[in-house]
């Protein structure tokens, strides 16, 4: 089993960054590709960043050049900073990792932006 527990939301003005990390517990999952995936209201959960075991990363092409995908394999921890935030970034985010063909889900951490 692999249990997610994200931190780092919150409510910021536009412009403004924000910090999100996703710390693993039960397995360690440093050759696993994580990532990080938000839903807005009325909307279904899209896919925001991935980060390979090898360090490679992806990005949905709404953040790129705005979002990071990180990962620190010794903490067993992974990380998307936001920078340069719009109103339409406004969701929960939650972190992901699909281990052994099952996909386990952070409990998910509010993000909002006012303009």
């Known amino acids: 089993q692999v249990q997610l527990v994200e931190s780092g939301g919150g409510s910021v003005q536009a412009g403004d960054s924000l910090s999100l990390s996703c710390v693993a517990s039960g397995r360690a999952l440093r050759t696993y590709t994580v990532g990080w995936y938000r839903q807005a209201p009325g909307k279904q959960r899209e896919k925001v960043a991935t980060i390979s075991s090898g360090g490679s990363t992806n990005y949905t092409d709404d953040v790129k050049g705005r979002f990071t995908v990180s990962r620190d394999n010794a903490k067993n921890t992974w990380y998307l900073q936001m920078n340069t935030l719009k109103s339409e970034d406004t969701a929960v985010y939650y972190c992901?990792?699909?281990?052994?063909?099952?996909?386990?889900w952070g409990q998910g951490t509010q993000v909002t932006v006012s303009s």
């Open positions: 992901n990792v699909r281990w052994l063909t099952r996909d386990y």
